[in-house]
């Protein structure tokens, strides 16, 4: 594990706050330590405290909860849907998850609040101080802009998981705000991707610039916003706007998407590094995925440390045509044992698992995808759809389904296109399209509210889960309120 210094001095100054302990962290000026008083000086200190967000997005170590995308967040977004079992043993915060059983003493849910809150007030912070330093005004925009962009990025997911809450945009915020409607909220968001797609870059230097934001990624996030919303027209001309740029295409064979070799290639429009981070920002930490995801019974072929924690569900792997590339790439279903030969186990996911060059596993140092270019393409087509655009709606969705019939080397006609279909009919074949392409990458449970599919789809996958009207937020933590009375919890917890 590798730290960058400049990450130590705004961790040990910010690292530790949270909404609820604003005032008394900005009340303190040890001598001994970098202050924020002192600290926003020069264009390094702003460069370094817009890194300092970053950072937040993948560390364990930022703290006593984990960077956002780390592994809870994901995980949860798998195991309160029809995609993930739980299979880790004392971690009841994911059994309930998965068999929505949770409250508000969940302390997964607990840990993503928290996370979320961090990162929210140091690019608050950012975005009040940065402006008032004297560097070059485009750098200062876009510094602004990446803070402005991950702010959003946060705000997006807490208010899709918990509804109405606390909207802290400045600096210094009272110790016990009220929640703000979700309809403030995301106009809030779409102030701060606005900013962002007009100041952000289209691209960086490839050895410095992996995981920043930039326009791409501030108008995918966008269109995302619009489609969540239900603003169709708003969400196909966003989207649009993306795949126009000519800036992102997909990998011909969906086996590329997740090699080592292909991050911040040319699908990955955002995501979080780990590993050895290449030009990641800030703080290099190995991701999750392998201990999470990867068998046990892998340690027959020198695997390390695979655990097998988090299981997809046998619903999810039928669902694929046997033909489909996706379905060979995303599980393991058989163990090459030296002693005794292959043996079939049950499906378990290996998709963020680049073999040929992480051979024993163990630590990742995958990319974890949060927009990527198969997505634009699929919302593109789902707005298309609501807008009654059925025949441009099949043609996208069926530059996915190109790619999933390519087996490495020929396309294969066992994994055919869309075509004829109803609106409803293409509604239903987006969805089922987004469980297939992005297993594990923390989408699904969103899908299936935002489509109000929730409580049909997951028991299909869990015979017995039966999902309720309340599940499509998740529950306030218990903790935030007892901080904070002007908090409500949400309806049915």
């Known amino acids: 594990m590798k730290y960058n210094n400049i990450y130590l001095i705004i961790a040990a100054t910010l690292g530790t706050v949270i909404f609820s302990s604003c005032k008394k962290f900005l009340e303190e000026d040890p001598k001994s330590q970098v202050t924020i008083t002192n600290y926003y000086k020069t264009e390094a200190d702003a460069i370094s405290a817009v890194n300092s ?3 937040y997005l993948n560390s364990i170590s930022t703290g006593t909860t984990a960077g956002v995308y780390h592994s809870t967040f994901w995980v949860t977004m798998g195991l309160a849907s029809d995609e993930l079992l739980n299979n880790q043993v004392a971690a009841p915060q994911f059994d309930q998850l998965a068999t929505f059983t949770y409250t508000s003493q969940n ?41 402005k962009f991950l702010r959003a990025l946060m705000y997006f997911n807490m208010v899709r998981m918990f509804g109405s809450i ?37 691209s960086y230097d490839p050895g410095n610039g992996r ?8 108008n995918a996030l966008l269109a995302k916003v619009y489609l969540t919303q239900k603003q169709w027209d708003k969400a196909a001309t966003t989207a649009k706007k993306v795949i126009d740029s000519n800036r992102y295409a997909l990998w011909e064979d969906f086996a590329d998407v997740f090699k080592l070799s292909s991050r911040n290639g040319k699908e990955a ?6 590993g050895d981070a290449g030009g990641a920002i800030i703080f290099w930490e190995a991701g999750q995925f392998q201990v999470r995801l990867l068998p046990p019974d892998l340690s027959v072929e020198g695997v390390k440390n695979a655990q097998g924690w988090q299981i997809p569900t046998e619903y999810l792997y039928n669902r694929y045509d046997a033909d489909d590339r996706r379905r060979a790439v995303t599980f393991i279903t058989e163990i090459n044992d030296p002693a005794t ?32 270019y198969a997505d634009v393409l699929l919302m593109y087509a789902e707005a298309s759809n609501e807008l009654g655009q059925t025949v441009v709606a099949e043609e996208y969705i069926n530059k996915i389904r190109k790619r999933a019939r390519f087996n490495g080397t ?70 935030e309120i007892d901080l904070n009375n002007s908090l409500e919890q949400n309806t049915g917890y």
């Not at 979320?116 to 510094?143: C, F, V, W």
């Not at 600096?171 to 403030?184: D, I, K, M, Q």
């Not at 995981?211 to 501030?218: F, K, L, S, V």
């Not at 987004?434 to 990458?441: D, G, K, N, P, Q």
Request: glycine share 6%; no cysteine.
């Open 107 to 147: 302390s997964a849910l607990e840990e993503i609040w928290a996370m979320h809150y961090k990162t929210i007030t140091i690019a608050n912070i950012a975005i009040a101080r940065i402006p008032g330093i004297a560097m070059n005004e485009s750098l200062k925009n876009r510094l602004v802009g990446e803070a």
């Open 269 to 274: 429009i955002f995501s979080v590094g780990f």
């Open 211 to 218: 995981g920043r934001a930039t326009n791409g990624a501030a």
């Open 53 to 55: 967000i970053y950072a």
């Open 341 to 372: 030969g292959p043996k079939t186990i049950r499906p378990y996911i290996q998709k963020y698992w680049d073999r040929a060059a992480e051979p024993t596993g163990n630590e990742s140092s995958n990319d974890f995808p949060v927009l990527r």
């Open 410 to 479: 020929n396309y294969l006609p066992t994994v055919p296109d869309y075509s004829g279909l109803s609106k409803d009919q293409v509604r239903d074949a987006i969805i089922k399209e987004r469980l297939l392409e992005f297993v594990a990458e923390g989408q699904r449970w969103f899908d299936l509210a935002r489509t109000n599919t929730l409580t049909e789809k997951v028991p299909l996958a869990k015979p017995g889960v039966t999902p309720q009207t309340k599940n499509y937020l998740f529950p306030i933590p218990q903790r």
């Open 166 to 202: 606390p909207l802290l945009v400045e600096e210094n915020n009272p110790l016990t705000p009220p929640p703000a409607s979700a309809e403030t909220i995301y106009a809030q968001i779409t102030s701060d991707l606005d900013f962002a797609a007009d100041n952000l870059p289209d």
